[in-house]
């Protein structure tokens, strides 16, 4: 990001940034942006090993709690004061839980946000850095990174809003991982080794 582009995002408002976000999902479905830490952030078009991740999560979720949903396409309403804009590589809840919501929902009621890492420079400070703040200050009970760069699961759990979240347990890929309460699924992540690239 160029530096006239910091600062024209350090003044930008949650609702122009709304619009730019739409107008430009609208012009390009490759392009998808997010608004957190005061800054604007474009996401990378990910690639078939990252969609195979996403789809292997969804077929665990759907067949270890069937009354929730994990969805790929649901932008959320982030930080403190819900000032943030996020776009969760996938986001569990109870099945039609963001119907009626729009691109950005409230985080009242998700349990759990899945970020999968991407090989673009930013990836360090988006997943590891800004969205564990963002989504631990938001609430939320779960945060799942899948890192294929360490190749390794990290579950966060217990959000606190000052301090992000209490709780984080890291596995190498191959091995099994406990999604707490309220989530309550066992993965094992064997599959997993196979899409690292």
Same mark, same amino acid.
């Given at each position: 990001? #160029? ?24 012009? @390009?479905? #490759? ?31 759907? $067949? ?9 396409? $649901?932008? *959320?309403?982030?930080?403190? %004061? ?18 009626? $919501?729009? @691109?950005?929902?409230? #985080? ?24 564990? $703040?963002? %989504? ?6 779960? %945060?799942?990174?899948?890192?294929? @760069? ?14 992000? %979240? ?12 406990? *999604? ?18």
């Amino acid at each position: 990001m #160029t530096v006239m582009a910091e600062r024209a995002s350090s003044r930008l408002s949650v609702d122009m940034f709304e619009r730019i976000a739409e107008f430009a999902e609208r012009e @390009d479905e #490759t392009v998808s942006f997010e608004f957190i830490n005061g800054r604007i952030g474009l996401r990378k078009v990910t690639n078939g090993n990252h969609g195979a991740i996403i789809m292997w999560l969804l077929r665990q979720c759907m $067949q270890a709690r069937p009354e929730l949903d994990l969805s790929p396409v $649901q932008g *959320l309403k982030v930080e403190s %004061y819900r000032k943030g804009r996020a776009r969760p590589d996938a986001v569990l809840a109870p099945v039609a839980h963001f119907a009626g $919501q729009g @691109d950005w929902a409230d #985080t009242n009621g998700v349990l759990m946000a899945v970020e999968v890492t991407s090989f673009d420079s930013d990836t360090h400070n988006r997943d590891r850095v800004e969205k564990p $703040q963002a %989504y631990a200050e938001a609430g939320i009970p779960v %945060y799942l990174l899948i890192d294929r @760069d360490r190749r390794s699961v990290l579950v966060h759990s217990d959000p606190d809003p000052e301090v992000g %979240y209490r709780n984080v347990q890291k596995r190498q890929l191959g091995k099994r991982v406990v *999604l707490p309460e309220p989530v309550g699924i066992e993965l094992d992540t064997e599959e997993l080794k196979q899409y690292v690239d």
